[in-house]
């Protein structure tokens, strides 16, 4: 999926950014885009096809690090002449948040299981759920912090509205399409830690439903059409 959306959203920059890059008055800045966006794809690639928590956080950071690239692509433009930036500055800042929340529970990961395999941690998720239920909920409860940072969930989803200051194919391709699923993609992936821990799915289930319907009712009263589109994307991901 990332690679076909990643191709179809290159060949659409192509041609986009050829006339963006004249229209903005910087002709030599069509290099740059290309080069942010093959390390994002890059990144990503690396974050779905790690066998472990590690190489998943590397690809984690690095679809951040290319999400404030891109976001702040036109820096020197936008509202008051840095709003562009402003709007790269908070997207880094607010998933910094939630990576702090991913790295607590790889590192309490690690502490209880010995590994950072995703095999080798799922085969003992049950002997640790009869002897030592409460370090999965704190495990899976920091994840979500991450999740939440990622995928423009309550209560840190205020960066993906100001992200669309982007480039149009970086909104496409960063938050619609990959980077925010990223977060999806790991609740996903760890589904056997959530679902040894009850408690934590009661949260993700409040957390999603509340972020679909809370995102969902501020799209109804957007006028800008990209921050129509960026609460709708909130509003899925909540799903």
């Known amino acids: 999926v990332v690679s076909c959306v990643g191709t179809l959203i ?32 890059a990144a990503m690639m ?22 404030f690239l891109l976001i702040g692509f036109w820096f020197e433009k936008g509202e008051g002449g840095w709003g562009n930036a402003r709007a ?9 948040i939630g990576d702090f929340g991913l790295l607590i529970a790889i590192f309490t990961i690690f502490w209880t299981f010995g590994t950072l395999n995703f095999e080798a941690v799922f085969e003992q998720v049950p002997a640790i759920a009869a002897s030592q ?13 991450g999740v939440t940072g990622k995928s423009a969930q309550l209560p840190l989803f205020v960066w993906l509205p100001d992200a669309m200051a ?29 679902l040894a821990a009850p408690q934590s799915q009661t ?13 969902a009712l501020i799209a109804v ?19």
């Open 10 to 41: 290159h060949i659409y920059s192509i041609g986009y950014m050829h006339e963006d890059v004249q229209h903005q008055g910087d002709p030599s800045r069509y290099r740059r885009f290309f080069i942010f966006l093959n390390l994002f794809i």
């Open 46 to 67: 690396i974050l779905v096809s790690a066998d472990n928590f590690l190489m998943l956080f590397v690809g984690w950071e690095g679809v951040g690090l290319c999400s």
């Open 88 to 96: 790269g500055k908070k997207a880094f800042i607010v998933n910094r």
């Open 133 to 145: 239920p409460l370090v999965l909920v704190v495990i899976t409860l920091f994840m979500l912090l």
């Open 166 to 194: 982007g480039p149009t194919p970086v909104s496409a391709l960063i938050h619609a399409a990959t980077m925010v699923t990223a977060g999806v993609y790991l609740m996903t992936r760890s589904q056997a830690l959530y």
């Open 203 to 215: 949260i993700v289930m409040w957390v999603g439903a509340i972020t679909a319907i809370f995102a």
């Open 221 to 239: 009263g957007q006028f800008d059409i990209k921050k129509v589109l960026a609460y709708s994307t909130i509003s899925q991901l909540g799903f």
